[in-house]
């Protein structure tokens, strides 16, 4: 498990039973094999700039937390690689960087673990070998113990090390920040631009000041509502309307579970549960348990870690009606055992092995909460500093809920808005994936998508009435394929947005999705007149009231809030109090939904999953992929073998 080796916001079982050592040490040979595996490709990513289509590529760390921030996760990583990547400038040799020796340092240590483990295991169980002999303790052990005895020690990068990773750690305002700044290049195939990382928080803290001033100058409020508190925002999802988007959990709303027909373990968790089951508000409940800060090497190995885990062991499908991923439950287990297959013997009666999917359900929800603990760490250190000038700091911590198995969750629009103004300051290229269904199939059709600030700030809101703050607008290109693979500074991932568009509501591009429908396999044919319609609707369509739409019109967040607690009542609610006007135009964007052709209505784009990748990479899987289904990596979940 890669929560015993990288401790997070759960501590494991403060003593292990001798006859559990085995187990534990599977637990470790795996989590150190994913780890491994995870920073190798982060390094060839980063340092090597690997742009070959046989890399799993950025998408391996696109990661299921079930809260349904698949955008956060997107920001993230490509905050991550662009801050690395410009930090190397100064290096000759990547591979001597400061990033380049602790990431070299990290791998040989789980390396050594790894083997240690293994070996470990042979002797216990082939050899027969008392555990007092290797160092364990006769009766019982801790995790750390035997982490101890087989000479682990978590490597700590020259970044900030005095910034200690704690399991009770307290949130920090003075989180390390850089912002990107970012020209905008003159075409979107040639983005040459090289980002620039500041030494400050000024660059989405402006962002959200001119938010704010604009708001605030539009629809004044009282002063006593100006407040100052945390924003946090992320995103959430449903699995019940016809909106979702893809990294939706079904069982409870929360994690883990998909559907009926899979296993459900039952399990007694360490997670930090309610005693009356219920979400609970921030508000009131102190501050974030992690803290986003891109010089602290702890930080940065969970988060390569655990999103690798996540990606790898997660799969599309399609559940209750909608298309949602779950964890395969299985597959961890069955990795485990293929690495120390010649080095255990399982008959040995003085050892247990487990049902391991009871043992992954635990390390998963762990990983899962730390993740969305983080992502709204991110948007919080990053935005903070601008809240203190409007009720929009007590809106957020009055809304950001924390599940009953611990995930961290902000309402969807709000957050969305904060996104979206993130995006047009940095002019970022979105490269959105759209399947069309027509009457013979589906066609993929890729866009180029570039968001801008409105110069013109006198005439913005009366050009743009339906938009939040700045005006933004989203210059659209229509591309091909080729158009994709020929562009140049291929090793710089994009934000991929995907969706789906069909003449109906969700339920149509579900049945015509369906494996017995005759629709379910690619049209190729370029004359299509339907596909044909669609390139034009989406050329002429204002995407930036179409996104505003569908983030509004879904659902706030991916588990209930309580009993007799409607969601949409409770944050509309808070709205009205703390920032009314924000209710007004959210309720606006909800009711053109279905006329913009979203949410409600697929007729123009229904945004489906957000990713991070390379232009020629996304291409290139997509060509292989035969149905219409979201777009993951190919990332072997079997050893292989030697």
């Known amino acids: 498990m890669a929560a015993l080796l990288f401790p997070s916001l759960i501590s494991p079982s403060p003593s292990q039973r001798r006859n559990l050592y085995t187990a534990v040490l599977m637990d470790l040979v795996r989590g ?98 008392h555990p007092s002999k290797l160092g364990f303790g006769e009766k019982h052990d801790t995790v750390e113990g035997i982490l101890k005895t087989l000479g682990w020690s978590e490597p700590v990068g020259d970044f900030k090390p005095e910034l200690k990773y704690a399991h009770t750690r307290k949130h ?36 959200c000041r001119r938010l704010i001033s604009a708001l605030t100058t539009l629809y004044p409020y009282p002063a006593s509502k100006v407040g100052s508190q945390h924003l946090i925002p992320t995103l959430a999802s449903d699995c019940e309307k016809s909106s979702p988007l893809v990294t939706y959990n079904a069982v409870e709303s929360d994690v883990l579970f998909p559907h009926k027909e899979s296993r459900v373990v039952e399990i007694e968790s360490s997670l930090s549960t309610l005693a009356d089951g219920r979400a609970v508000s921030l508000e009131n409940n102190g501050l974030l348990a992690t803290t986003w800060d891109l010089h602290d090497s702890r930080m940065l190995v969970r988060y390569l870690v655990f999103t690798y885990i996540l990606s790898k062991y997660k799969r599309f499908c399609r559940l209750h009606g909608v298309v949602g991923a779950r964890i395969d439950l299985d597959a961890p287990g069955n990795y485990a055992f293929e690495m120390v297959r010649n080095d255990v013997d399982l008959s040995n009666i003085h050892y247990k092995h487990p049902k391991i999917p009871g043992r992954t359900v635990l390390e998963i929800r762990n990983l899962q909460a730390w993740v969305s603990d983080l992502s709204c760490a991110w948007l919080q250190a990053l935005a903070s500093p601008a809240v203190t000038q409007s009720g929009l700091g007590r809106l957020l911590a009055k809304t950001t809920q924390k599940s009953p ?41 890729f866009f180029l998508a570039r968001l801008k600030f409105v110069q013109s ?79 034009s609707d989406m050329l002429n369509t204002d995407h930036d009231r179409l996104a505003l739409a569908f983030f509004a019109h879904h659902k706030h967040y991916s588990f209930p809030l309580g009993k007799d607690i409607d969601e949409a009542d409770f ?72």
């Not at 003075?174 to 195939?189: G, H, K, Y």
């Not at 902000?410 to 970022?428: F, I, Q």
């Not at 509309?572 to 006007?581: A, K, T």
């Not at 784009?605 to 219409?628: C, G, N, P, T, Y």
């Open 405 to 445: 198995k611990n995930l961290t969750v902000m309402p969807t629009y709000v957050g969305y808005l904060l996104l979206r103004e993130l995006w047009a300051k940095n002019s970022e290229i979105i490269v959105m994936v759209s399947r069309r269904f027509c009457d013979h199939g589906f066609h993929t059709n």
């Open 172 to 207: 920090s305002n003075d989180a390390r920040v850089t912002i990107p700044e970012i020209s905008p290049s003159p075409s979107p195939l040639d983005d040459s631009t090289n980002r620039q990382y500041l030494g400050s928080r000024r660059g989405l803290s402006e962002i």
């Open 571 to 642: 944050v509309e609610d808070n709205m009205r109090e703390e920032v009314p006007f924000l209710a007004e135009h959210w309720q606006k964007s909800v009711d053109e939904a279905e006329s913009l052709g979203t949410a409600t209505s697929l007729r123009v784009f229904e945004w489906q999953h957000i990713l991070l990748e390379s232009k020629a990479r996304i291409v290139k899987r997509m060509a292989l992929q035969k149905d219409a289904m979201p777009v993951s990596a190919d990332i072997p979940v079997l050893p292989s073998q030697e």
């Open 457 to 535: 700030e006198g005439k913005r809101y009366q050009d743009h009435p339906h938009t939040i703050g700045q005006h933004v607008i989203w210059e659209l290109q229509h591309v091909t394929p080729e158009m994709l693979l020929e562009s140049r500074y291929q090793a710089k991932p994009c934000i991929i947005g995907m969706g789906v568009s069909i003449d109906g509501s969700y339920s149509d591009y579900m049945a015509a999705s369906s494996p017995d429908s005759p629709r379910k396999q690619p049209h190729d044919c370029h004359d299509c007149a339907n596909n044909q319609a669609h390139v």
């Open 32 to 129: 150190s094999s994913d780890a491994i595996d995870a920073l190798k490709l982060f390094s060839d990513l980063v340092l090597g700039e690997r742009t070959d289509s046989d890399s799993p590529g950025f998408m391996a760390f696109d990661a299921h937390v079930g809260d349904t921030s698949c955008q956060l996760r997107a920001g993230m990583f490509l905050h991550i690689v662009s801050f690395h990547r410009n930090s190397l400038r100064a290096c000759a040799k990547p591979e001597q960087s400061p990033l380049g020796v602790w990431l070299s340092q990290t791998i040989v240590a789980l390396d050594n673990l790894r083997t240690e483990a293994k070996k470990a295991c042979g002797r216990l169980t082939q050899e027969r070998v």
